[in-house]
Structure formats: structure tokens, C-alpha cells
């Protein structure tokens, strides 16, 4: 099956939930409400079959991301480091909480390529995960992964500026889906979803969405991958149908669709002065410097 991948075409990203499970209770986190207000609707929390993700990671084609993860914390996972191995010719990531990264170190480092640490707005155990993400850059030191962090909401940057890792900001959105966003989401000039063109999801069951949008109820799924290959589900008849009502601009005939704000263009929080204001300091700076060698 590995010679045969020329069917995904305009597959991008992919998303496999090797775990549901979780180990932290964000407070903004839709499972969290779920479990709560709606238990009807409560994931069934466990960690996808070893055989599924060796037969998912057999249809793939290289260079694709592969992000090992979706309503679950990766790390969790108890075979996660042969799990990455599985994706060698691809570019793996997960986005994590952290809580897990001194005890996984030796499965992550040097095997995945790139990772993201969430940071949420007030969270109690912000010290603590601060921390622990100091001790993981130090015995990483330059190798992979390539460490970023993604800050959820109004996030106090200043700290997190001293471990100089590139900072992705995020707007914070309804704990029950992808709306009523803190701004206004990007919307790109081809007036299609990204994420609809080119992303899919699997969950730790191997129910296939056609992205990674918080969907308790199973409007996105289109397909599963235990019984069904992804190519005849990237290209079966409800995702067809799907993309045709995209690009006719008629996004609100599909069910996950219709209630979304988000178009697949991640949208950060609005600290574009901060960044112009630092720019010209640093110019100025060197500047002086330059101005002080010629003279």
C-alpha cells in the first residue's frame, strides 16, 4: 500500500487521536462542558489500537503533517515514541499541555519533529508548566523537536519571552465549537475553508472527520478508517459533495459546517503594536552601533 498514494491528493495535515484520554481539566476545554452539562455526549475516553495506526500510517504520503493528536493529550499514549517512529517519512507534531514532557523525553526528543506547548489564560498551574518546559529545553539542548508555544487567549508573554522559542497566539472561541470567537477569524480570498481543502481527522476509534473542529455530536464524520481506506473516503461521495457546496459559497448546507467561524486560518491575538514598537527599538539599536564603528 505504501506504492499507492497518488489518491490524497491535496491532503495536507492529518490529525490521529492516539489517545481521547486527558490528563489535565482545561477550564475552557469543551470536553470538560460535556462531561458536565452533557453526558449523553461524553467521549468514550481511550487510546486507538496499535494494528489501526500502523495501517493509517501505511496509506500516508510523505511530507504530509501528521499531528498525533486530537481531543486527547499524546503523551499519554503508552506506546507513543514507536507510534512517531511509525511516521518517519513524514513531519510529525503534536500540541501538548507538557505535563508529560520530562517522562516522555526520551520518546520525543529525537524522533518527533516538531511540538507545540499549549499555555492557557489563568491557569492555576502555570508555574508549574513553565518549569517543566525550562527543564525539557535543557535536555533537549539544539536537537529536535523544533519547540514552539502556542498561547491560548490573553497570555502575559513577558516570561515566556526569556525561553526564546516562537510564540503562535491564539483567540479563544466557544468551549462548545469553533464560533463566537474573542475576534474576528481570517477569512481567505478563495472563500473556501483551508481546513476543509486540505485536512483530515481520525479519532482513537478510527471514525474519519473532515477536520479537527470540537464535533461531540459526529456531523463531520464521513468515513471510518477500520473499515474503509482513506482514499475512498478523501474522495467518496459526501466529501465530494461536501466541496462542491464549498465552493459555491454554500458552506451552510453542511451540518459541522454551518455553525463554524472558522475558515482555516489560525487567528492570533492582536499584539502586532507590541512586535512593530520592539522591530523599531532594535533598529534604533543598531543603528547607534553601526553610527559608533563608522565614526
Request: proline residues 4%.
Amino acid at each position: 500500500m505504501k506504492n499507492s498514494k497518488v489518491s490524497l491528493h491535496g491532503l495536507g495535515n492529518i490529525n490521529i487521536e492516539l489517545t481521547s484520554r486527558c490528563n489535565k481539566s482545561c477550564w475552557m476545554c469543551g470536553r470538560r462542558k460535556i462531561d458536565r452539562d452533557y453526558p449523553e455526549l461524553a467521549l468514550d475516553y481511550g487510546d486507538m489500537d496499535f494494528e489501526l495506526v500502523k495501517k493509517i500510517a501505511d496509506q500516508l504520503p510523505q511530507n504530509i503533517v501528521v499531528q498525533l493528536h486530537n481531543n486527547g493529550e499524546a503523551l499519554l499514549y503508552p506506546r507513543f515514541g514507536e507510534a512517531v517512529k511509525l511516521f518517519d517519512r513524514q513531519i510529525t507534531n503534536i500540541v501538548t499541555n507538557g505535563k508529560l514532557l520530562i517522562e516522555k523525553a526520551d520518546e520525543i526528543i529525537d524522533n518527533l519533529d516538531t511540538i507545540a506547548i499549549s499555555v492557557i489564560e489563568n491557569d492555576p498551574e502555570a508555574e508549574d508548566q513553565y518549569e517543566i518546559i525550562k527543564e525539557f529545553l535543557s535536555i533537549k539542548e539544539d536537537r529536535k523537536p523544533f519547540t514552539m508555544l502556542r498561547l491560548n487567549g490573553d497570555v502575559d508573554q513577558g516570561k515566556y519571552k526569556k525561553l526564546g522559542l516562537v510564540m503562535a497566539t491564539r483567540i479563544l472561541h466557544s468551549p462548545m465549537g469553533s464560533f463566537d470567537y474573542k475576534m474576528n477569524p481570517t477569512i481567505p480570498e478563495i472563500g473556501i475553508c483551508l481546513d476543509f481543502l486540505h485536512h483530515l481527522a481520525i479519532d482513537r476509534k478510527g471514525k474519519v472527520s473532515i477536520c479537527v473542529r470540537f464535533d461531540p455530536k459526529g456531523v463531520g464524520v464521513i468515513g471510518d478508517a477500520t473499515t474503509q481506506t482513506l482514499d475512498e473516503i478523501w474522495n467518496g461521495p459526501i466529501r465530494m459533495k461536501w466541496m462542491r457546496q464549498h465552493v459555491q459559497g454554500k458552506r451552510d448546507r453542511i451540518p459541522l459546517c454551518s455553525y463554524c467561524h472558522f475558515w482555516g486560518v489560525p487567528t492570533g491575538r492582536d499584539n502586532t503594536s507590541d512586535i512593530i514598537k520592539e522591530d523599531v527599538l532594535n533598529v534604533e539599536k543598531n543603528n547607534i552601533k553601526e553610527d559608533r564603528h563608522v565614526f
